[in-house]
Structures are given as C-alpha cells and as structure tokens.
C-alpha cells in the first residue's frame, strides 16, 4: 500500500476539485439552463460581478479535476494495470475540459449579454437571442458528449480499480456504475437537460470520496512487471 506526500497531494486535490466544482454552482445567484433565453440575462444583471466570480470558481474546478486526474495517473500508470488506469484518466481529462469549455460558453455569454441586451427594445433583444441559437445548439452537443466521454474514462478506472484492487473495492465499483450511468442516460435520452443533472452532484460525491481514500488508504500498488 501506497501512501506518502504524492497520494495526499493527489487526494486533497480530488477534495479542492469538488469543492470549486459544487461550490461554484451552489453559490452562483443563477443558473443558466441548457439554452440561454432573455430572462438570464435580467437575472445575471442584478449582481453580475458576483455572478461572474462564482462561475469562475465553478470552471476552474473542472480544470482542478483535470489536475486530479493527472495526479492519479502519475501514482497508478505502471505495468500491468496502466494499459487501462492510462486511457480511462484520458478519457476522463478529455471529458472534463470539454465540459469545461461548454461551461466557459454560458459564462462568457451569460456575461456578455447583459450588457448586449441592457435598454434594447423587445425586437432587438430577439434578434440577438436568434443569433446565440446556432452556437447554443452546438455547445449542447459538448455538453452530452462531455458526459459520455467522461463516462467511458470511469468505466475503465473503475475496471482497473476493482481488478488490481487499487483503492477500495466499493470505490471501484462506484466509479464504473457512474461512468455507465453517464453513458446510458445520455444516450438513452439524448435531449433532456434536466436528467443530466444529477449526475453532476454524484460525479462531485465520486470526488470527494476519491480524496478521501486517497488520503486514508493511499492506493495499493500491485508489483509491475519488467
């Protein structure tokens, strides 16, 4: 068993993760839904500054997830077991930066249209909502495949962890049910934002569990081969 400076590092950092990622969102004055519509941007004028700030915390714990995740990969990515630990983080890291950048999309749109739309007339409030459409439609698709992305990269940590019993067995078995419940809901109903969204406050209990083991158990290192 594995535990020293790297596996507390990596574990506080899967904590800090959560903590910006849900903190972020909890505390933002509000939320955008999977189209921005008019009525945000009256919503986000009321305190923009503020609003602003939250999101900023909220995207940069997608970025610190990615850091977590190529923390986990420099403890674990050795032979036998780095053949699955290494492509599921990736697919994981890839999944979360794409989310990140369609979170980026609605804070820079959020914010930018309060002032595009302040003392606008109805019709010219339309015409720029009419314009967002096209590129709100595109970032919708990163969004669901960020998830599905995602949701492959855990199903693999999770096999790797249950097979070589890296962390916790339990945790394994928690990560791959989670990466398999991200692929099917989304495919199974691919346009429904509001079912997506619990699977974001299960994937930040998925980090915070994650820094905990870490920082209790460490990981178990099989011995790698030659």
Request: hydrophobic share 55%; charged share 10%.
């Amino acid at each position: 068993m594995k535990k020293d400076f790297e596996t507390s590092f990596t574990g506080w950092i899967f904590i800090v993760a959560a903590v910006l990622l849900w903190g972020g969102w909890a505390l933002s004055s509000h939320h955008i839904g999977e189209y921005i519509v008019a009525s945000d941007f009256t919503a986000i004028g009321e305190n923009v500054w503020y609003w602003i700030w939250m999101y900023r915390i909220h995207i940069f714990g997608w970025v610190t997830m990615g850091i977590a995740m190529f923390a986990l990969v420099s403890l674990t990515a050795r032979k036998p077991y780095r053949v699955v630990i290494l492509p599921g983080a990736g697919m994981v890291i890839i999944g979360t930066f794409t989310l990140a950048i369609a979170a980026a999309y609605y804070y820079n749109h959020g914010a930018w249209g309060v002032g595009q739309t302040a003392g606008k007339s109805p019709e010219e409030v339309e015409a720029f909502m009419n314009n967002l459409l096209f590129t709100n439609q595109y970032v919708t698709c990163f969004i669901r495949f960020g998830r599905i992305f995602s949701g492959v990269g855990l199903v693999l940590l999770g096999y790797g962890f249950i097979k070589w019993k890296i962390v916790s067995t339990w945790l394994g078995w928690f990560t791959a049910l989670l990466g398999l419940a991200a692929m099917g809901i989304i495919l199974a109903i691919p346009d429904n934002f509001e079912i997506y969204k619990p699977l974001f406050h299960i994937k930040v209990i998925w980090l915070v569990m994650m820094g905990i083991v870490l920082l209790k158990q460490g990981v178990h290192l099989p011995k790698s081969e030659a």
